[in-house]
Nanobody
Framework: QVQLVESGGDLVQPGGSLRLSCAAS????????MNWYRQAPGKQRELVAS????????DSADSVKRRFSISRDNAENTVYLRMNSLKPEDTAVYYC????????????WGQGTQVTVSS
């Protein structure tokens, strides 16, 4: 059983920056792909960024490329999302997700942290 706890969400002005953190426990952290999703009110949840289990590969949505950066510290069982040049459309609840696909699919979610970008 994997538990994920996000932190770092805040109210920030357009153009500002935040770093979100996700602390994992209860599993073998370096066996999971880690993802950040977000969901705005009235909209579907969307994938923001992903990082492979070793940290050797990353990907991000086109809407946040060159602004957001995902990273992980396997020694500390933590994944991060650095967000720069924030826009009002980035406002959402951000969720951490741990994913492992073998013969079965394992997916775990954190509680979410609110990011609000407004002047």
């Amino acid at each position: 059983q994997v538990q994920l706890v996000e932190s770092g969400g805040d109210l920030v002005q357009p153009g500002g920056s935040l770093r979100l953190s996700c602390a994992a426990s209860g599993g073998i952290f370096n066996s999971y792909t880690m993802n950040w999703y977000r969901q705005a009110p009235g909209k579907q949840r969307e994938l923001v960024a992903s990082i492979s289990s070793t940290g050797s590969s990353t990907d991000s949505a086109d809407s946040v490329k060159r602004r957001f950066s995902i990273s992980r510290d396997n020694a500390e069982n933590t994944v991060y999302l650095r967000m720069n040049s924030l826009k009002p459309e980035d406002t959402a609840v951000y969720y951490c997700n741990a994913l492992k696909i073998t013969a079965l699919r394992y997916s775990y979610w954190g509680q979410g942290t609110q990011v609000t970008v407004s002047s």
